[in-house]
C-alpha cells in the first residue's frame, strides 16, 4: 500500500539552480515527515524533518514546505551543488512505535 | 559515540536456505527498526524491536523474524529465502523516548540464486 507518493523519479539541476521534490499522504495520523539522503552503496541519512503543526522549516541550503490541508510537502535544496547528488526520500512517520513509511525515492543529479 | 553497524555487508544465498543478518545499533538507542530495499525502491518496514519484543510488523511473511538482545543489538532471520528477497536489507536504531528519527546502517545487500 503506497501511502506516500513521490515525484518526480528521477531529476537533473544545473549547479547553483533549486532542486525540487514533491510528496503527498494519504494518512491523517502521519505525526512527523523526514526527508533522508542516500548515497550509492549507504543507508539512508536523515537530512531535515518537519511536524505537520510548523509550514516550513529551513536549515541551511534544505527548506521543507508542508501543507497540512493539501496533504502535500516538499523539499527544496537551494544552490545545488554536485555533491548534492544522491537518492531523497521523502518519509512520514505514524505515531506509537514509530514506523517511518518512506516514499519511492527520487534520483538527484546535478551537473557542473 | 559509533554508529549503526551491519554484518555482513554482502551476502549470497541459495533459494530455500535460511539467512541471519545482524545490526549492532547506535550506543543509547533502544529501539531497532529493520527495512528491506529492492533495488530502486524505498526502503520498506519488516519490523520493530524495544525491549526485547517486536513492537509492530509490516507486511511481510512469518519466515522473517527477528530478535533483539539485552545490549539492543538485534538480528534478522529469513526462512525459505526466494528470489524476491534479494535487496539490501537496513537496520535502523531510534530511541524510542521522544526520538524523531533513525540512524541507519549502510546495509546488508543479500542476493539469493
Known amino acids: 500500500q503506497q501511502q506516500v507518493k513521490q515525484s518526480p523519479q528521477s531529476l537533473i539541476v544545473q549547479k547553483g539552480g533549486i532542486s525540487i521534490i514533491n510528496c503527498a499522504y494519504e494518512n491523517t495520523a502521519f505525526d512527523y515527515f523526514p526527508w533522508y539522503q542516500q548515497f550509492p552503496g549507504k543507508g539512508p541519512a536523515l537530512l531535515i524533518a518537519?511536524?505537520?503543526?510548523?509550514s516550513e522549516k529551513k536549515e541551511g541550503r534544505f527548506t521543507i514546505s508542508f501543507n497540512k490541508s493539501a496533504k502535500q510537502f516538499s523539499l527544496h535544496i537551494m544552490d545545488s551543488q554536485p555533491g548534492d547528488s544522491a537518492t531523497y526520500f521523502c518519509?512520514?512517520?505514524?505515531?506509537?512505535?514509530?514506523?517511518?513509511?518512506f516514499g519511492t525515492g527520487t534520483k538527484l543529479q546535478v551537473i557542473p | 559515540e559509533t554508529g549503526v553497524t551491519q554484518s555482513p555487508t554482502h551476502l549470497i544465498k541459495t533459494r530455500g536456505q535460511q539467512v541471519t543478518l545482524r545490526c549492532s545499533s547506535q550506543?543509547?538507542?533502544?529501539?531497532v527498526s529493520w527495512y528491506q530495499q529492492a533495488l530502486g525502491q524505498g526502503p520498506q518496514f519488516i519490523f520493530q524491536y524495544y525491549r526485547e519484543e517486536e513492537n509492530g510488523r509490516g507486511n511481510f511473511p512469518p519466515r522473517f523474524s527477528g530478535l533483539q538482545f539485552p545490549n539492543y543489538s538485534s538480528e534478522l532471520n529469513v526462512n525459505a529465502l526466494e528470489l524476491d528477497d534479494s535487496a539490501l536489507y537496513l537496520c535502523?536504531?531510534?530511541?524510542?523516548?521522544?526520538?524523531?528519527?533513525?540512524?541507519f546502517g549502510s546495509g546488508t545487500r543479500l542476493t539469493v540464486v
Open positions: 535502523a536504531s531510534s530511541l524510542a523516548e521522544g526520538s524523531l528519527g533513525y540512524t
Open positions: 550506543s543509547g538507542h533502544n529501539t
Open positions: 518537519i511536524r505537520p503543526d510548523v
Open positions: 518519509a512520514a512517520r505514524s505515531g506509537g512505535y514509530q514506523k517511518v513509511t
